[in-house]
């Protein structure tokens, strides 16, 4: 086991991480690595700080007035909390996908497009290639090459959520952030998504926040327990549901705690 944490590459490494809403603190002391081409499930009960910290990690929860934080997120050698740090970059190689599947009132075409205008892309051939390479890998091309200038609502909720996977791609991220994707879908739909996560790991690094136990224990490489803010044990998947080390931990595998 030792071996297995000290051979994989380190993607992010969170250091001494505290978070606030108001006064209220949230995240306490969290500390932790996540590995590149893995995938990372957090997990723990509802309101244990699970989007509070992975909002953390692309600095998306800044744009909450109340929050606040402190300590280190290393990436790519620099705390993600530096000032100097660009943040639209950031968020160009952190993306990040939400629990519900929000499409913006636009074509897929334009759905998926949207982040490469931003990013100041205007040749319209290789916008073209770049849309149809990532509905390719959110595995949706199929399903809609023929209708890509329909409105992107009209899509189901499961090729809804992909799409969304499709728009964080466009722009060429390193780490993707899921959080509950496959909450609102029904299960032929999250066979889909949990196949795909599986698929894009091979090229991205996951980390996905998910309070269904199976789903992690079925697709995550490492797990993270949080319970009222704090991180009480990770590692890898098959270690920590096989030989939990903390009692919190396996009350929770278990289905004690919930
Ligand atoms: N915008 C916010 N303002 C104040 N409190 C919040 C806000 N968002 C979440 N919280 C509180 O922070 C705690 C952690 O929430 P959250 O990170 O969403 O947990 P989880 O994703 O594990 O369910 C909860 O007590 C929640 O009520
Ligand atoms: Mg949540």
């Given at each position: 086991m030792f071996e297995q944490i000290t051979t994989e590459k380190t993607i992010l490494k969170i250091i001494n991480f505290n978070g606030w809403y108001d006064q209220k603190q949230?995240?306490?002391n969290i500390n932790m690595d996540m590995f590149k081409n893995k995938i990372s499930a957090i997990i723990g009960p509802?309101?244990?700080?699970k989007t509070t910290l992975l909002r953390s990690i692309n600095r998306i929860?800044?744009?909450?007035?109340?929050y606040r934080a402190s300590g280190e997120i290393i990436y790519d050698g620099k705390?993600?909390?530096?000032?100097?740090?660009?943040i639209t970059m950031l968020r160009k190689k952190i993306g990040m996908v939400f629990q519900k599947p929000v499409p913006f009132p636009m074509s897929i075409y334009e759905n998926v497009a949207f982040g490469l205008k931003i990013h100041g892309l205007k040749d319209k051939r290789r916008i073209d290639e770049i849309v149809r390479l990532a509905l390719k890998r959110a595995a949706l091309w199929d399903e809609v090459k023929d209708e890509?200038?329909?409105?992107?609502?009209?899509?189901?909720g499961g090729q809804q959520q992909r799409l969304c996977i499709a728009r964080a791609l466009a722009v060429d991220p390193e780490i993707l952030l899921l959080d509950e994707?496959?909450?609102?879908?029904d299960p032929i739909a999250t066979q889909k998504i949990e196949n795909l996560i599986e698929h894009l790991s091979e090229d991205y690094s996951i980390i996905i926040v998910t309070h269904n136990l199976a789903q992690a224990t079925r697709i995550s490489d490492y797990m993270y327990f949080m319970y009222q803010g704090e991180l009480i044990e990770w590692g890898p998947t098959r270690n920590m549901v096989r030989n939990p080390k903390k009692q919190l931990t396996e009350d929770y595998l278990n289905g004690r705690i919930s």
């Open positions: 949230i995240l306490k509802s309101g244990c700080g929860n800044d744009e909450i007035p109340d705390n993600i909390y530096d000032k100097d740090i660009d890509l200038n329909k409105p992107a609502r009209n899509l189901s994707p496959t909450s609102a879908l």
